[in-house]
T-cell receptor, first 112, second 115 residues
Framework: GNSVTQMEGPVTLSEEAFLTINCTYT??????LFWYVQYPGEGLQLLLK???ADDKGSNKGFEATYRKETTSFHLEKGSVQVSDSAVYFC???????????WGAGTKLIIKP | EAQVTQNPRYLITVTGKKLTVTCSQN?????MSWYRQDPGLGLRQIYY???????DKGDVPEGYKVSRKEKRNFPLILESPSPNQTSLYFC??????????????FGPGTRLTVL
């Protein structure tokens, strides 16, 4: 079945460091891919998405490219801020049963 | 303001005492769902609803019930809670059934502890 694997956290970086959070997936067909972010004490919110191969989603300085050949959707940011500290979830769509398949989440800690 | 609201935000209860967590959205969304979030497991879908009076099981429906009598509301019912249902619960909604394109809007979460 479909699945999403994220790198385990927590990931701890200093402010202005380069960020990569790895996400790989297994899926039949052509799913859409998402990154959601959960700030402390809040619900999840969509960060970015890509609906087909080679698409790049971007928002708030974050980017991720839908790579079908490597079945990956890694999240990157060139210079992180303390305010980026949150839990990041990778997910893929499964329209066969109207579900999103979620990764386990990666906690990001940015130190000043 | 477009939002998904959940109540209560925090709840401590005892085994076997029926409880309901309410969820309401003001965006006229057709699709609503309930998730539970547990450390290391990400989000797991409990139930979802494609429209009024249409509900279906997600990945972990055991011990839960839902109803969708009105488009805006989607309560989660635990008839006889047990300690393994201690978790963080999220309600979410989206405009239509298309998870490929539609953004899911999440409520703020309900932290439930069952003693």
């Amino acid at each position: 079945g479909n699945s999403v694997t994220q790198m385990e956290g927590p990931v701890t970086l200093s402010e202005e460091a380069f960020l990569t959070i790895n996400c790989t997936y297994t899926a039949t067909g052509y799913p859409s891919l998402f990154w959601y972010v959960q700030y402390p004490g809040e619900g999840l919110q969509l960060l970015l998405k890509a609906t087909k191969a080679d698409d790049k989603g971007s928002n708030k300085g974050f980017e991720a490219t839908y790579r079908k050949e490597t079945t990956s959707f890694h999240l990157e940011k060139g210079s992180v801020q303390v305010s980026d500290s949150a839990v990041y979830f990778c997910a893929l769509s499964d329209d066969s049963n109207y579900q999103l398949i979620w990764g386990a989440g990666t906690k990001l800690i940015i130190k000043p | 303001e477009a939002q998904v609201t959940q109540n209560p935000r925090y709840l401590i209860t005892v085994t076997g005492k029926k409880l309901t967590v309410t969820c309401s959205q003001n965006m006229n969304h057709e699709y609503m769902s309930w998730y539970r979030q547990d450390p290391g497991l990400g989000l797991r879908q409990i139930y979802y609803s494609m429209n009024v009076e249409v509900t279906d099981k997600g990945d972990v429906p055991e011990g839960y019930k839902v109803s969708r009598k009105e488009k805006r509301n989607f309560p989660l019912i635990l008839e006889s809670p047990s300690p393994n249902q201690t978790s963080l619960y999220f309600c979410a909604s989206s405009l239509s059934l298309g998870t490929s394109t539609d953004t899911q809007y999440f409520g703020p979460g309900t932290r439930l502890t069952v003693l």
